[in-house]
């Protein structure tokens, strides 16, 4: 089992960044996936989620209207596209994968995100 984050990085406040997550090693059909985040010296928080067919999602209420997420079950690879990113949305982003009857999950390794001038 993998989950591989990728696009993280530097921005300035107000830009944006698209983050992937890419699974192997399981059904990434059978999985909710989700986004959580861990800024310096805090716990590890939900970013937002989708269910396994991508029908349904939720967002953090300080995410709602800024971040998107969306997942591609033919490519097995899960998105979140972050727009007028904030300096306190500074943190390791993670994703990880829940199934949707067992509740068996698995984490990525995060990707490093900084929203600094």
């Known amino acids: 089992v993998q989950l591989v984050e990728s696009g993280g990085g530097l921005v300035q406040p107000g830009g944006s960044l698209s983050l992937s997550c890419a699974a192997s090693?399981?059904?990434?059909?059978?999985?909710?996936m989700s986004w959580y985040r861990q800024a310096p010296g805090k716990g590890r928080e939900l970013v937002a989620s989708?269910?396994?067919?991508?029908?349904?999602?939720n967002y953090a209420d300080s995410m709602k209207g800024r971040f998107t997420i969306s997942r591609d079950n033919a490519k097995n690879t899960m998105y979140l596209q972050m727009n007028s990113l904030k300096p306190e949305d500074t943190a390791v982003y993670y994703c990880?994968?829940?199934?949707?009857?067992?509740?068996?999950?698995?984490w990525g390794q995060g990707t490093q995100v900084t929203v600094s001038s």
């Open positions: 989708i269910t396994n067919t991508g029908s349904r999602t």
């Open positions: 090693g399981f059904t990434f059909s059978n999985y909710v």
């Open positions: 990880k994968a829940t199934h949707a009857l067992s509740g068996r999950g698995y």
